[in-house]
């Protein structure tokens, strides 16, 4: 444990800068957490110690270690913390700090954002206190020897004694750690020591599994004491939707059956399985990507408003969304595996040649859902899904697209089609949103021209090196839940899906590979759409404004 000094902060000062397109003058914050942190010094979570089970392992490395190391940038860590790593493979606390700061240099010189350096006094403030301990996390001696070093920590924090534990291990660990966690003591709670878990994905596998891992845990923790992660969460441009929605008056009163047509969410990926085979083989895009992470950019265009930003109020409005989806028959569902194909310019194999993959595989790697949902703002209004792998471009986003207005008006002018509005939110990696709309092409004739506004958030907010994951560690450090899981919602959204996982288990699809690699998908997810007289909209990593309409 190193000496007890205040994180490292730097105060960037605004700046004016000139608003695209418009010309005119706004003032730019270069939001800086440290500066936030420093005028607002009770937003500094209490003294804590984290502990990190699976401390080896690819999450801790490449998310957990460098969001920590944004929070201490920020200012955004308490002065009395300590970091605890536990893992199988035996390593000294210098070695692990070692393996870390390589890591760490990597990423600092492949993503330029530190110009090429970390900041050594940062990252020497979160080195000195790390401590490394090799346990067995399915043995009680693991944990007893934790509590002595966390009580060690403890008595340096001034009486003190509050506990994250941070589970960034394989699934099948989430149960059995917690109760050695609850047998050991370590989740008793008291004034001065709270006591919280972070639970990672996947939860469950399908609804009776997500549904057992609660009744699990919950003999231990109270759910206020667990934090099921969704990644998608701690985004900014998700949590941005809330703020789209119910902080400008515009929106909202379209917001429904009466202006909506239908909505397309899409999250399409480049990269294939990767390493992940052997997890992906017995997973699939559907459960890997639909329950979770699409279902929570459902929620937050879908949901009722809250009463309030409490995660409770929050939390009650998703878990009620999940309960108003129709099941989803598999008529209304499209599967597809990735054949081999080019992508950005490379030649690249089929999902059956991957690592640990079977080479008859029946896993989808791609999946488009036509959902309803069965409430009064929504009834009758199709929300799309699609996500897949090696498909033509990365890009996240969710278009609302707006009913036609009455032609009557334009019958006897040169017009044969109105545009669609569309309202184009853009959730990674191109962040922004825009919005389609018509306007009349200059000239004698009455013709009209699709045009766009745009909001790109480089324009207006100075980037914030992020993983994504600091918001979650920094929310669950101050005891804020709304950005992660509860139960129930959890066992909503799969089994929102469970008569699809079914029936597909049932009927294991007889014509994959059906896309080709660096395609936009099946065949068949374009018909899902053509029988409503709908196209989804083209796969494209960057946003390309219209341009003039000439
Ligand atoms: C993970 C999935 O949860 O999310 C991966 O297991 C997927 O298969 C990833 O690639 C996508 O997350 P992001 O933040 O890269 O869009």
């Known amino acids: 444990m190193g000496r007890e000094d205040s994180a490292p902060s730097s105060l960037r000062s605004s700046r004016p800068t000139t608003s695209p397109g418009t010309g005119m003058a706004t003032t730019t914050l270069a939001v800086d957490p440290a500066a936030i942190a420093k005028c607002f010094p009770d937003r500094r979570p209490p003294p804590a110690v984290i502990t990190i089970f699976g401390a080896?392992?690819?999450?801790?490395?490449?998310?957990?270690?460098?969001?920590?190391?944004?929070?201490?940038?920020?200012?955004m860590l308490p002065d009395s913390f300590a970091l605890i790593g536990?893992?199988?493979?035996?390593?000294?606390?210098?070695?692990?700090?070692?393996?870390?700061?390589?890591?760490?240099?990597?990423?600092?010189?492949?993503?330029?954002?530190?110009?090429?350096?970390?900041?050594?006094?940062?990252?020497?403030?979160?080195?000195?206190?790390?401590?490394?301990?090799?346990?067995?996390?399915?043995?009680?001696?693991?944990?007893?020897?934790?509590?002595?070093?966390?009580?060690?920590?403890?008595?340096?924090?001034?009486?003190?004694?509050?506990?994250l534990f941070y589970l960034a291990v394989a699934d099948r660990f989430f149960g059995p750690i917690i109760e050695q966690l609850?047998?050991?003591?370590?989740?008793?709670?008291?004034?001065?020591?709270?006591?919280?878990?972070?639970?990672?994905?996947?939860?469950?596998?399908?609804?009776?599994?997500?549904?057992?891992?609660?009744?699990?845990?919950?003999?231990?923790?109270?759910?206020?004491?667990?934090?099921?992660?969704?990644?998608?969460?701690?985004?900014?441009?998700?949590?941005?939707?809330?703020?789209?929605?119910?902080?400008?008056?515009?929106?909202?009163?379209?917001?429904?059956?009466?202006?909506?047509d239908y909505v397309q969410i899409t999250a399409a990926e480049t990269v294939g399985v990767e390493r992940r085979g052997r997890f992906y083989e017995t997973t699939g895009a559907l459960r890997d990507m639909v329950p979770n992470h699409l279902f929570q950019l459902l929620a937050m265009i879908a949901m009722e408003p809250p009463i309030s930003f409490d995660a409770d109020a929050v939390r009650a409005k998703k878990t009620e969304l999940f309960r108003a989806v129709h099941p989803i028959s598999p008529d209304n569902a499209v599967r597809g595996q990735y054949g081999a194909?080019?992508?950005?310019?490379?030649?690249?194999?089929?999902?059956?040649?991957?690592?640990?993959?079977?080479?008859?595989?029946?896993?989808?790697?791609?999946?488009?859902?036509?959902?309803?949902?069965?409430n009064w703002r929504w009834a009758g209004v199709p929300f799309y899904l699609r996500t897949g792998k090696r498909l033509s471009a990365r890009t996240t986003e969710i278009a609302v697209h707006f009913r036609q207005a009455p032609y009557a008006l334009f019958r006897d002018t040169p017009v044969d089609r109105l545009p669609a509005n569309i309202l184009?939110?853009?959730?990674?990696?191109?962040?922004?949103?825009?919005?389609?709309?018509?306007?009349?092409?200059?000239?004698?004739?009455?013709?009209?021209?699709?045009?766009?506004?745009?909001?790109?958030?480089?324009?207006y907010f100075a980037p914030l090196a992020s993983v994504g994951y600091e918001t979650l560690i920094y929310d669950c450090l101050i005891g804020d839940a709304t950005l992660f899981q509860r139960a129930d919602t959890v066992e909503a959204a799969w089994s929102a899906v469970q008569g699809l996982l079914d029936a597909w288990a049932r009927v294991p699809a007889d014509d994959f590979p059906n896309y080709a690699a660096g395609s936009a998908g099946p065949a068949a997810a374009d018909r899902l759409l053509a029988r409503d007289g709908h196209a989804w909209l083209p796969i494209r990593a960057e946003h390309r404004h219209p341009g003039h309409n000439t």
Request: charged share 25%.
């Open 56 to 75: 080896g392992g690819d999450l801790t490395k490449r998310l957990v270690v460098p969001a920590l190391y944004h929070l201490v940038r920020g200012g």
């Open 182 to 260: 609850g047998r050991a003591g370590l989740m008793r709670q008291s004034e001065n020591a709270w006591r919280r878990v972070i639970v990672e994905k996947p939860f469950g596998h399908d609804f009776a599994s997500a549904a057992a891992l609660n009744a699990q845990i919950l003999k231990v923790l109270t759910e206020d004491q667990i934090y099921r992660i969704d990644h998608f969460l701690g985004k900014e441009t998700v949590q941005n939707i809330l703020v789209l929605r119910f902080a400008n008056g515009i929106f909202e009163p379209l917001w429904n059956r009466d202006h909506v």
């Open 341 to 374: 194909g080019e992508l950005l310019g490379k030649k690249v194999g089929d999902y059956r040649h991957e690592p640990n993959v079977a080479p008859n595989s029946g896993t989808e790697t791609y999946v488009a859902l036509k959902l309803g949902i069965d």
């Open 424 to 459: 184009m939110l853009r959730i990674q990696p191109d962040e922004g949103l825009s919005l389609s709309f018509s306007a009349k092409r200059p000239g004698a004739d009455i013709a009209i021209a699709g045009v766009e506004m745009d909001f790109a958030y480089r324009d």
């Open 86 to 163: 536990i893992d199988h493979n035996e390593k000294t606390t210098q070695e692990w700090c070692q393996s870390l700061t390589e890591m760490m240099q990597g990423f600092a010189r492949a993503d330029g954002l530190e110009g090429g350096a970390i900041d050594e006094q940062a990252w020497s403030w979160l080195t000195r206190r790390m401590h490394f301990m090799q346990g067995d996390f399915t043995q009680a001696d693991t944990y007893r020897r934790l509590e002595k070093l966390l009580s060690e920590q403890f008595a340096r924090q001034g009486g003190t004694a509050n506990a």
